[in-house]
């Protein structure tokens, strides 16, 4: 146990034990994911950017928060219940992109059904504090993350013009979202809820 937890009452402590991370994301076909596995390997094997091989491909709706473990099934529920009122909708990606010298990523069309997404995830969500999700506020960018944080700005300014380059442009459908939980190591996915 870390120092600074040391500091706050036991119960505190207590609960914090139990604190597990999850995100609520749109998993990837496995097909695609495996398309785009090579690109995360290389950014790994060469610069040693590892943090992209954590998750498969997805695009966040609910980026990573803390969570009581206890909350997960009523947390399924709540996204089931969020999911049957959605309509399957396709997604398209528009080759590569960054957020400089941070990530590098695969850019996704923004188009009316993924922003109607985000909305009605961040609405529904927004009224159930138990769960203690921190919403992003910031103006919604989807993207599908090769590699990020884990690399210099040198490797950067080495590697982007490679990925400028790339063409990878792919349609599916979205009809579900997902709920990932780390294991320590890596996220895993432990439920999927189907769009109606």
């Known amino acids: ?112 059904p993924l922003l109607i997404l985000k909305k009605e995830a961040d609405g529904f969500f927004e009224t159930k504090p138990q769960y203690a999700m921190k919403l992003d506020r910031r103006p919604f960018h989807p993207h599908i993350t090769i590699a990020t944080r884990d690399f210099s700005k040198k490797t950067f300014f080495e590697v982007y013009p490679y990925f400028e380059k790339q063409i990878f442009e792919e349609t599916w459908v979205a009809n579900g979202l997902s709920l990932l939980r780390h294991n320590q190591k890596k996220w895993d996915v432990i439920h999927t809820s189907h769009f109606k």
């Not at 995100?23 to 943090?51: D, T, W």
Request: avoid cysteine.
């Open 1 to 112: 146990m870390s120092f600074s937890l040391l500091l706050f009452p036991s119960r505190i402590r207590r609960d914090f034990l139990f604190m597990t991370m999850y995100y609520i994301a749109q998993v990837l076909p496995q097909s695609l994911n495996e398309k785009i596995l090579p690109y995360k390997q290389m950014m790994f094997e060469k610069f040693g950017a590892r943090v992209g091989l954590k998750s498969p491909a997805h695009i966040t709706f609910v980026p990573p928060y803390y969570m009581n473990s206890d909350l997960e099934s009523d947390l399924v529920v709540k996204l089931n219940a969020l999911s049957s009122a959605i309509d399957p909708f396709p997604i398209r990606t528009n080759n590569f992109n960054a957020f400089k010298l941070k990530t590098i990523f695969i850019d996704v069309i923004v188009d009316e």
